[in-house]
């Protein structure tokens, strides 16, 4: 088994590179933040790789303490159908032991990064295990030691909640803006992004900007990216929908793409409002979890 504490829960191979598909998104690589540029650097986890966990036959054994915590996760899974979190510190675990609880959990879907929010933070990474809504975290020092580890239940990571409320600001500073000469759509487009951004409100629907069939010249995307700018987080999430999530540096504004099994933008969209729904799990996302995870500590006592 792997040592855990050299292991990354998101792989980092380059990609949005010179093949990769054209959209929205794509200028936001090329943005002159620094955040930007540290993400650039960092790539993202592979987009539509399959969920995965070792064969229950093929489970190591579990001491007291992981499967205490095998019993925690399954209260807060309970827990979490009626709203609420939960997080734990697996710092008091052995290596070894926290390897057995990764193996036993497996890796899902949904990957992220979240680069350096302060000085003296480190990167942080999270991904969400085979079971929906059951996520492991780990954090970095500045100098890229593994600082803490964590697992929690949730319908999104607290650190990238924390992240949407602190890091974007909350307007843009429109009266100062001077599109390119070139420029079609971008000034009505970021009106309305505005607006809803502003609108929103924790509860009601997320609202879509739909660009895969709207006209938008290179100049309005580029000078969208650079508007809207990023917050320093960005999720991939695989599964049935493949998708790329960047948080923009403005409050409740995200960019999404959606890709097809050959990586392809079948939709590219501006998203306002909470966490996008590629990213959250649901209530049923719970139950199914709470099941297998059922399944799993039965093989660990059986």
Known sequence: MADIDNLRLTERPAMWDDE?????????EGDDGAAGEALSLLGLPEVGRKAKSRDLADLGEASA???DMLGNIADALDAAREGRAWRRRLDHLSVSERTVLQDALGRGEVSMTLSPGAPG???????????PGVWLGLAE??????AAHWVEVADAPRALREAAAARPRDDIPFDALTPPRDAMNVMGVLAEIRARAAAWRPGT???????????????????????LGEAGVRVSS???????????ALRNVWAVQYLNGLGAVILDTIEVGDVPA?????????????ARLDEIRQAYVS
């Open 205 to 227: 629907q997320n609202h879509v900007l739909n660009f895969t069939l709207f006209p938008m010249t290179q100049a309005d995307t580029a000078f969208l990216a650079k508007v």
């Open 238 to 248: 695989g599964g049935y929908g493949a998708a790329r999530v960047i948080m923009t």
């Open 20 to 28: 990769a598909p054209d959209g929205v998104l794509n200028p936001f």
């Open 278 to 290: 590629s990213v959250l799990a649901s209530v049923q996302d719970f139950e199914d979890s709470a």
């Open 121 to 131: 933070e480190g990167l942080a990474q999270i991904g969400e295990t085979v079971l």
């Open 141 to 146: 020092d500045t100098d890229g030691a593994p």
């Open 65 to 67: 303490p992981v499967l």
